[in-house]
């Protein structure tokens, strides 16, 4: 175990990293402060390199069986295959679309009134404008 430096016994309770393939005692899982992300487990290194990925239907298609509704396997691919950009990197996949085609941003501000003002920092930051931005407040009340 990298944690306890104790061996990890046949048939014991563990885990393995799923970046590094180090292992753990299952008891360790707390104490080394590795993370379960994505439904992989992560050791104390590795789970900083790791991006989370908010994926409600891959529970439920990881607990069905060959029935699963094809339209939520489709729904849970798109959302496993979202990638993270920097806003250079955002920038260079956008632009020439932003500067031919109808433009749109969609944004959940979560807290328009603490978030608005980073929300037009961020928009700032994009090289092209859009044309249309539409924002949802769901903290309301």
């Known amino acids: 175990c990298l944690h306890c430096l104790r061996n990890v016994g046949l048939g014991l309770p563990h885990f393995e990293c799923s970046s590094c393939n180090s292992i753990f005692n299952a008891k360790c899982f707390k104490a080394s402060k590795a993370e379960v992300i994505n439904g992989n487990f992560y050791c104390r290194s590795c789970k900083y390199s790791i991006s989370k990925k908010y994926n409600p239907f891959k529970v439920i298609i990881d607990n069905e069986d060959e029935t699963t509704d094809p339209y ?4 849970s691919d798109i959302l496993e295959s979202c990638k993270s950009y920097t806003t250079q990197s955002l920038n260079n ?11 749109m941003l969609f944004q959940n501000i979560d807290g328009n009134r603490t978030n608005f003002d980073s929300f037009n920092t961020e928009i700032d930051r994009i090289a ?11 903290n309301v009340g």
Request: hydrophobic share 45%; no cysteine; charged share 25%.
């Open 72 to 75: 939520l396997q489709k729904m």
């Open 93 to 103: 996949e956008i632009s020439p679309i932003l500067a031919d085609d109808l433009s």
């Open 128 to 138: 092209g404008k859009f044309q249309v931005i539409g924002l949802a407040e769901t």
